[in-house]
Structure formats: C-alpha cells, structure tokens
C-alpha cells in the first residue's frame, strides 16, 4: 500500500465513511519483508523501529473522523514496530496529544 499521506485523496472521496485502518508491516523491510520482519521483532516485546510521524499522521486522521461521528477501527500488527500493544499505547497517546493541541 502506499503511505498513508497518498491515500488520503481517495479518503476524502468517500467522506463521509467509517475509518478503516489496518498497519500490518513496517516500510524498512518493503513489501514483501513480512518474514524479515518477523525475525528481527521476535518475541514481539518492544519497539523496534518507531514511527512517530506515522503515530501522528494516524492519531490527527482518527481525531478528525472521531470528531464527525464516523467510526474508527484500527487494527496493528506486530511487524508495524515490533510489538502492537506497545503501538497501540504509543498511538493512543498521539492520539490524546493531538487533542490536546
């Protein structure tokens, strides 16, 4: 898939929709990196390769459908960072900071 900043044309197309979001692989291991990155985040206990500007691109687009009313669901694996209950927290955190901007 291409980064989230070039789908976002075709997002305002549909507006107003449900957001739909799922980051299954980290851009350093390309698109077919999904066993690399299996190896280098095993056993999935931390964050390995963060990415702060995606947290905060992903938390201002969730904010903004949230505040029209429109659902958000975003589902993140282990090979976004290394470890997506760490990624989760990171970007409900961005999340709340955003707001708080």
């Given at each position: 898939m291409?980064?989230?900043?070039?789908?976002?044309?075709?997002?305002?197309?549909?507006w107003?929709?449900?957001?739909v979001?799922?980051?299954?692989?980290?851009?350093?291991?390309?698109p077919?990196?999904?066993?690399?990155?299996?190896?280098k985040?095993s056993?999935?206990?931390?964050?390995?390769?963060?990415?702060?500007?995606?947290?905060?691109?992903?938390?201002?687009?969730a904010?903004?459908?949230?505040?029209?009313?429109?659902?958000?669901?975003?589902?993140?694996?282990?090979?976004?960072?290394?470890?997506?209950?760490?990624?989760?927290?990171?970007?409900?955190?961005?999340m709340?900071?955003?707001?708080?901007?």
């Open positions: 291409p980064p989230l900043a070039e789908q976002l044309p075709l997002l305002r197309k549909l107003p929709t449900p957001l979001c799922r980051w299954n692989l980290h851009p350093v291991h390309g077919y990196g999904y066993a690399d990155a299996e190896k985040y056993p999935y206990d931390r964050i390995h390769d963060p990415e702060p500007a995606l947290h905060a691109e992903l938390a201002q687009l904010n903004t459908f949230a505040a029209h009313g429109q659902p958000v669901y975003i589902a993140i694996s282990n090979h976004a960072e290394g470890c997506a209950p760490l990624t989760v927290r990171s970007l409900a955190r961005a709340v900071a955003e707001t708080e901007n």
